[in-house]
C-alpha cells in the first residue's frame, strides 16, 4: 500500500514521482541483474518520458502503422473492457508513460566484437531483459494503481496482438512509437530507435489516468537523430547487417525477420557456440553496435 508521504509525493509532483520509482526500480530490483555474469546489471539508467494520450499523433498512428494501432485510450478501455470491470474512460485524462532502457557499456562491447551472432550477454539482454521489462510494467501499473489511477501496461493487456502484414511483422502497440511520442528519441535508416543514450536500447510503456505533464518533443522530423537522414554519408549500419536487410532505401523487416527466426541458429550451431544461450531465437542487434548511434544522438561528421 502506498504511505501517506508517497500519496501527498505523487498529488505534488507527479511526473518527478513516476520517474524517480521507475529509476530506483531499475537500479534495485534483482530482476534488472545477470545471473550468468557475476549479478552485473542487465541495464544502465533508464530515460522516462511522458505523452498526452489524446495526443493527435496517436491518431496519426492509425494512418503511418495501420488502424489496428491501439491509441492510448482504447488500449485502456479494450483491456478494462476485457477484464469486464466498469471504465471511466471516456471522460478522465489519459496519459502515457514510456521509458528507454541502455544495454550497459560490457554488452554493447561484447556485441561490438561479432559479425554474425549475438554475444551471450546481448542474447540474455533480450530475453532476460524483456522478462524485467515486463515486471518493471506490472510494478508502475501497482504503484499507480496503489493511488488510485487506474492502469495497465498494453503489451501485456489481452488485446495486444503482433500480425505479419505483407511488409513485415507490425504489433497494436508499438513501443517505438510511443516512445516517440514521449519526446525519446527517433527512427533512423537501420529502423532502430535513436535516444540520448543512443540505439542499443530496448523500450516499455504504461497508460495511465493521472495527469501528467508531456515532455516536449525537441526533434524535428521521426527520423531527426539519424546521420544519414541529416543529410551526413553514414552508412554504418548497411555494413553491420550480416543479412544484407538495411540499404539506402531502409530496412527490409522480412529479410531481418528471416535471419533472425530461421537462419541465425544454423550458423551458431556451425560454430559451436550454442551453449548459455537462451529463447525462442537469439536476437541480433548487430546494427545496433559499432555504429555512431550505438550510445549517443549522433553528431554529423566534420567536413572540409
Ligand atoms: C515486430 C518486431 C520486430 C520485427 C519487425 C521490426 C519493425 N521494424 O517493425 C523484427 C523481427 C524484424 C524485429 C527485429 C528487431 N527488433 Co524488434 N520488435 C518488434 C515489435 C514486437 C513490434 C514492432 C512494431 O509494431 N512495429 C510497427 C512498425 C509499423 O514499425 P516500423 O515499420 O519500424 O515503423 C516505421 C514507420 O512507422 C515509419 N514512419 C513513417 N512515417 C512516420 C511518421 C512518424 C511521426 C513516426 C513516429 C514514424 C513514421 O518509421 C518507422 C521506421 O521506418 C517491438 C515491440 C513493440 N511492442 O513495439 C520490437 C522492437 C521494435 N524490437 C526491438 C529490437 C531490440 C529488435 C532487434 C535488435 C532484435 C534483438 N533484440 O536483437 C531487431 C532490430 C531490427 C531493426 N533493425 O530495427 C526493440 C527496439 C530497439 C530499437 N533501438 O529500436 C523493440 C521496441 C522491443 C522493445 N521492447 O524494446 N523486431
Ligand atoms: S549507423 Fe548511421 S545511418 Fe545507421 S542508423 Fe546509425 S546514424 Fe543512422
Ligand atoms: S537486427 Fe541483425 S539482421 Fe536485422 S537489420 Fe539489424 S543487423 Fe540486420
Known amino acids: 500500500m502506498a504511505t501517506e508521504i508517497e500519496r501527498e509525493r505523487f498529488k505534488t509532483n507527479p511526473n518527478r514521482f513516476i520517474e524517480e520509482t521507475i529509476k530506483q526500480y531499475v537500479a534495485t530490483s534483482p530482476g534488472n541483474r545477470f545471473q550468468a555474469f557475476n549479478n552485473e546489471p542487465i541495464w544502465d539508467e533508464p530515460l522516462v518520458g511522458l505523452a498526452d494520450g489524446d495526443d493527435p499523433l496517436f491518431q496519426d498512428y492509425k494512418e503511418i502503422i ?17 477484464r469486464r470491470h466498469n ?4 471522460t478522465t485524462n489519459i496519459s502515457v508513460i514510456s521509458w528507454v532502457l541502455p544495454s550497459t557499456r560490457e554488452t554493447r562491447l561484447s556485441l561490438r566484437r561479432e559479425t554474425t551472432v549475438p ?16 515486471e518493471l510494467s506490472r510494478h508502475l501499473v501497482s504503484r499507480l494503481e496503489e493511488l ?15 500480425m505479419n502484414l505483407a511488409n513485415g511483422l507490425a504489433s497494436t502497440w508499438s513501443q517505438r512509437h510511443i516512445a516517440y511520442a514521449a519526446g525519446l528519441g527517433t527512427f533512423s535508416l537501420s529502423d532502430g530507435f535513436i535516444t540520448p543514450k543512443g540505439i542499443a536500447i530496448r523500450a516499455g510503456s504504461v497508460v495511465c489516468d493521472a495527469v501528467l505533464s508531456p515532455t516536449p518533443r525537441t526533434y524535428r522530423n521521426h527520423r531527426d537523430n539519424c546521420i544519414f537522414y541529416r543529410g551526413g554519408s553514414c552508412r554504418r549500419c548497411i555494413e553491420r547487417c550480416p543479412a544484407g536487410a538495411i540499404t539506402e532505401q531502409g530496412h527490409d523487416k522480412n529479410r531481418c525477420r528471416e535471419f533472425l527466426f530461421n537462419e541465425q541458429r544454423a550458423i551458431m550451431k556451425e560454430m559451436g557456440r550454442e551453449e548459455g544461450y537462451t529463447g525462442s531465437y537469439l536476437g541480433c542487434g548487430l546494427c545496433q553496435t559499432k555504429v555512431p548511434c550505438e550510445d549517443r544522438i549522433p553528431p554529423l561528421p566534420e567536413t572540409g
Open 148 to 162: 488510485g489511477c487506474q492502469a495497465l501496461a498494453p503489451e501485456l493487456s489481452g488485446p495486444f496482438r503482433t
Open 119 to 134: 554475444s551471450l550477454r546481448w542474447n540474455h539482454t533480450r530475453w532476460y531483459g524483456q522478462d524485467f521489462i515486463f
Open 66 to 82: 495501420g488502424d489496428f494501432h491501439l491509441t492510448p485510450r482504447e488500449a485502456l478501455q479494450q483491456a478494462t473492457e476485457s
Open 87 to 90: 471504465t471511466n474512460t471516456g
